[in-house]
């Protein structure tokens, strides 16, 4: 693994970038605008990165982009990876390592999940305060480099605390619904059935996607300050509950990514 990311980290030092402050995750049908808002960018192709996996799903572009976003360097993934896509959990967060290797001092991650909570409609945004982790794997299994990181690394907050109080107070300003809740992990790529998003109601989840946990556990591992925001495509209501598709997810995601973009350039900016 070090020298994996060792080779990754000095390919992406050739092509420039140099020093990232921050890193960014975009999800789902997620970050178009917000990639349109970085300055000077140096773009580079995932199967140009030692090392790196390809990203495989519709709707994720696979693609580095490196530059300035109100006076922060700035490196985005345009595109993530998932473990049902057939990767194992250490390809899946290798980009997460890279990062932080290079300089990333902190993580804001995007995805899209199914709504759980009945309060709550498709189309709003979800602040994650904590998790459920239900994925059969984990990125931190085998063996381990203290180099990395500790052997048991703490998660009693996995999102940093003053990261998502700056994300409130930001879309209190701006005028943005954002709620707040637990995001429970699954592992994909069909839907849930009604019987299961009982279940995930049940032991307390308020959205509910196949991607964001692997990287959290990551960055823990490695003392990378992270927040996350999901922005909820469908309503997950096992009492009414409606076929969707990714077409349909796409599209709500899209609705909801210019007021997640203010949120993470707001954020950008207070850092």
């Not at 799903?57 to 057939?86: C, D, N, P, S, W």
């Not at 932080?100 to 498709?122: D, F, H, T, Y």
């Not at 709003?124 to 048991?152: A, K, S, T, Y």
């Not at 909801?256 to 993470?264: F, G, R, Y």
């Amino acid at each position: 693994m070090l020298h994996e990311l060792q080779a990754a980290s000095t390919h992406l030092l050739g092509h420039g970038i140099v020093e990232p402050e921050i890193g960014v995750i975009l999800g789902t049908g997620l970050g178009n605008r917000f990639v349109k808002e970085i300055k000077n960018p140096i773009t580079i192709h995932y199967n140009s990165i030692p090392h790196f996996p390809i990203a495989t799903v519709e709707h994720h572009k696979g693609k580095l982009v490196y530059g300035t976003l109100k006076g922060k360097k700035i490196i985005a993934m345009q595109g993530r990876f998932h473990y049902y896509e057939g990767y194992s959990m250490q390809q899946i967060t290798l980009p997460v390592r890279v990062m932080k290797m290079l300089g990333v001092k902190r993580l804001l991650i995007s995805n899209a999940a199914g709504n759980l909570n009945p309060k709550w409609k498709k189309g709003q945004l979800m602040l994650i305060d904590d998790h459920i982790n239900l994925q059969p794997d984990n990125p931190l299994r085998g063996e381990n480099f203290e180099v990395l990181g500790p052997r048991f690394p703490d998660m009693s907050r996995p999102y940093d605390k003053s990261m998502n109080k700056k994300l409130t107070s930001i879309a209190r300003k701006l005028d943005i619904k954002l709620n707040e809740g637990v995001y429970v992990g699954v592992m994909g790529p069909n839907l849930e059935t009604r019987a299961e998003y009982r279940f995930l109601r049940m032991i307390g989840a308020d959205a509910v996607g196949m991607s964001t946990i692997p990287e959290v556990l990551v960055a823990n591992h490695m003392s990378l300050p992270c927040c996350a925001i999901s922005a909820l495509t469908d309503d997950c209501d096992p009492d009414d509950l409606k076929p969707t598709n990714l077409s349909e997810i796409v599209t709500v995601a899209a609705k909801a990514e210019s007021k997640l973009t203010d949120l993470l350039i707001g954020l950008i900016k207070a850092l």
